[in-house]
């Protein structure tokens, strides 16, 4: 302990203080310590036996984002302290965290000026992080349902009221049309029975979305609705040269829902993106994927098309009731807004995504369990959409060619990835490097992924809850039970990479 530290007090009330204090020397390429407190080490997991030389949490390695460690030390340089400074460092173990740090900082004589002493107290706020980031997507969704309920009392009036006259209007026209018109009457006629029938589907709209509309809920399988819903629009994506790709999970458990309402949201998403696809270029193509995701007692279908996209403003007022990006006539502004609905009242969420690249994707979730879909686990990285800088990946793939395809992929996404090509030299790779992500195939040679996640577990157990396996050969076999097990996530062969990027961001965020 340096000298100013002798004081019994002082001693003590560094030992015992439950943040962690540091004091040493920082520069940059190097940092060394001259103290650092127990509750220091607890925070990054260095032992008790560790010499505090040996306790360096901001050495150039601690950091995730090299640039944020140059950010650091140039406003010590520059303003002589930091206040509140969040900086996202690697514990022993590999894994990230949040340091929120509030340091003073001097230049010592006869140094490199731009070596300074640092005194600084740290405190681990990765919690709170998580309870920030959840509080965002609550206020969301409650803010949502503020606009859905307080508009559904409104538009049910609305809907009674404007029922009776369109009722009117239709029977008279469809009499009149059987009458003997000349053919601008014709034309007149066909142009108000087209209107009432539009603003009738409005009305329909409205109805459903006020919840007025008498459902019957049943056991339900969610892949038969999928088939029916596309059944139903064959003949026009045929004409319009759409190429529908079903990959539908087997063995999905049935959902609680409305037949109905549920092919309802389905077919708003599939119309939706079928305008998307052709209006971009005359052609499109959509995947409709389900899974089941038991962590969180929900069945997920998922509606993507490699149209134009939903530009990041748009994505946040997409379900807005009347909102429309369609031209005046061609849309009501209330088919996501009622599918919204929907989806919550069934205890499930509809959400949506839009890759830099194009093409969009929205998700609609529903309770396999319980009556609500259990939020995902909150996590320390602020956002999904984003990759922080520095993030490690590491792909371990024997087959040469669809490992280069992820890495390319993960790269893109902004990741910093490495490659292994079994599970031996992914072990090398662990043991000589930190990473956040690991994409691993179940199946390999020498060393396989079964033997690699044993030894993770043994030796970085933190590590085993960034592991993504991938696999072709699950269910029914060894490796079914062996998943389950483990309890990481997993991607059947053969997947989309807009799929496994995704995963990849869940799993670090």
Not at 42 to 58: C, I
Not at 68 to 86: M, N
Not at 88 to 115: K, N, Q, S, Y
Not at 427 to 447: E, F, H, N, W
């Amino acid at each position: 302990m340096p000298g100013g530290l002798g004081n019994d007090a002082f001693l003590s009330l560094f030992r015992g203080l439950r943040e962690g204090v540091y004091i040493g020397l920082i520069g940059p390429d190097s940092s060394a310590t001259l103290a650092a407190n127990p509750h220091l080490r607890l925070m990054f997991g260095w032992a008790d036996e560790v010499a505090d030389a040996d306790v360096r949490p901001f050495d150039r390695d601690r950091f995730v984002d090299f640039q944020a460690r140059d950010g650091f030390l140039e406003r010590l340089l520059r303003d002589g302290a930091a206040h509140d400074q969040l900086l996202r460092l690697r514990r022993v173990d590999g894994t990230a965290c949040w340091i929120e740090v509030t340091a003073r900082a001097e230049a010592l004589p006869g140094r490199d000026r731009r070596t300074l002493r640092i005194e600084a107290v740290m405190r681990d706020v990765t919690e709170r992080k998580k309870l920030e980031d959840q509080a965002r997507d609550v206020f969301h969704q409650l803010s949502q349902a503020e606009k859905l309920a307080a508009l559904g009392q409104t538009m049910s009036g609305v809907a009674h009221e404007l029922n009776n006259p369109l009722a009117t209007i239709l029977a008279c026209a469809e009499r009149l049309a059987g009458r003997r018109l000349d053919d601008q009457t014709r034309r007149d006629l066909d142009a108000i029975h087209n209107a009432a029938e539009r603003a009738a589907r409005i009305v329909r709209n409205l109805q459903t979305f006020a919840r007025k509309r008498h459902t019957t809920r049943t056991m339900v399988d969610l892949n038969q609705v999928v088939r029916d819903t596309l059944a139903l629009r064959a003949y026009e994506q045929r004409v319009s040269n759409v190429v529908i790709v079903e990959a539908l999970a087997a063995g999905l458990p049935p959902v609680f829902a409305d037949p109905h309402q549920i092919q309802q949201v389905l077919l708003n998403l599939v119309i939706n993106a079928e305008h998307a696809m052709i209006g971009a270029h005359g052609r499109g193509l959509m995947v409709l994927r389900s899974w089941h995701a038991p962590d969180r007692d929900a069945v997920l279908l998922e509606v993507s098309d490699d149209g134009p996209g939903v530009p990041e403003d748009v994505q946040q007022k997409i379900f807005d009731p009347f909102f429309t990006t369609k031209a005046v006539g061609k849309g009501t502004g209330l088919g996501l807004t009622v599918a919204y609905a929907i989806a919550q009242e069934h205890g499930g969420r509809i959400s949506v995504s839009s890759p830099p690249g194009g093409g969009a994707a929205f998700v609609l979730e529903l309770p396999s369990g319980g009556m609500h879909v259990r939020a995902p686990e909150p996590s320390p990285v602020a956002a999904v959409s984003e990759v922080p800088v520095g993030t490690r990946a590491l792909v371990v793939e024997d087959e040469l060619a669809l490992g280069e395809a992820v890495a390319d992929a993960l790269r893109d996404a902004g990741f910093e990835v490495d490659r292994a090509a079994d599970g031996e030299e992914a072990i090398v790779r662990t043991q000589s490097r930190a990473y956040d992500l690991i994409i691993c195939d179940l199946k390999m040679p020498r060393v396989d992924g079964m033997a690699f996640f044993k030894h993770l577990a043994s030796t970085a157990p933190a590590l085993t809850r960034r592991l993504v396996f991938v696999t072709g050969d699950v269910a029914g076999t060894e490796a079914e039970q062996f998943l389950e097990q483990s309890g990481c996530r997993w991607l059947a062969k053969p997947f989309r990479l807009r799929d496994l990027v995704r995963t990849a961001r869940e799993v670090v965020r």
